[in-house]
């Protein structure tokens, strides 16, 4: 079975860090583009970043650019969001999921969500950011 795991959540203040991971199984993990997302209350899921197959580029969201790294351990099948700098914005149940395709990005090379493609979502975890 193909699933993914998100975890590492949790409550921090204006201007602390988590990490989040993404542990993935059933699948071979470098084939396919691994995206974070997250879905704050009352607004749509956006994406957050995302890591291409095959050690590919990375992509971010223009408001996470400079804050949030997005990496991978392929020997623990395990892509992580280390998030610096948060602030109350950040505030959302995050989500992995698996990317058939490449990761999507618009003119400016800011990851965009889309649809097609994404499978294999993982649960959420919670980041609460507070001041």
């Known amino acids: 079975d193909v699933q993914l795991q998100a975890s590492g959540g949790g409550s921090v203040q204006v201007g602390g860090s988590l990490r989040l991971s993404c542990a993935a199984s059933?699948?071979?993990?470098?084939?396919?583009?691994i995206g974070w997302f997250r879905q704050a209350p009352d607004k749509e899921r956006e994406g957050v970043s995302c890591?291409?197959?095959?050690?590919?580029?990375?992509y971010y969201a223009e408001s996470v650019k400079g804050r949030f790294t997005i990496f991978k351990d392929n020997s623990k099948s395990t892509v992580y969001l280390q998030m610096n700098s948060l602030n109350a914005e950040d505030t959302a149940i995050y989500y992995c999921?698996?990317?058939?395709?490449?990761?999507?990005?618009?003119?400016?090379?800011?990851?965009?969500?889309?649809?097609?493609?994404?499978?294999?979502w993982g649960k959420g975890t919670q980041v609460t950011v507070s001041s």
């Open positions: 999921a698996r990317d058939s395709f490449n990761c999507p990005y618009d003119y400016n090379g800011n990851y965009i969500y889309m649809e097609r493609g994404l499978n294999s």
């Open positions: 059933g699948f071979r993990f470098d084939d396919y583009s």
């Open positions: 890591i291409a197959s095959n050690d590919g580029p990375t």
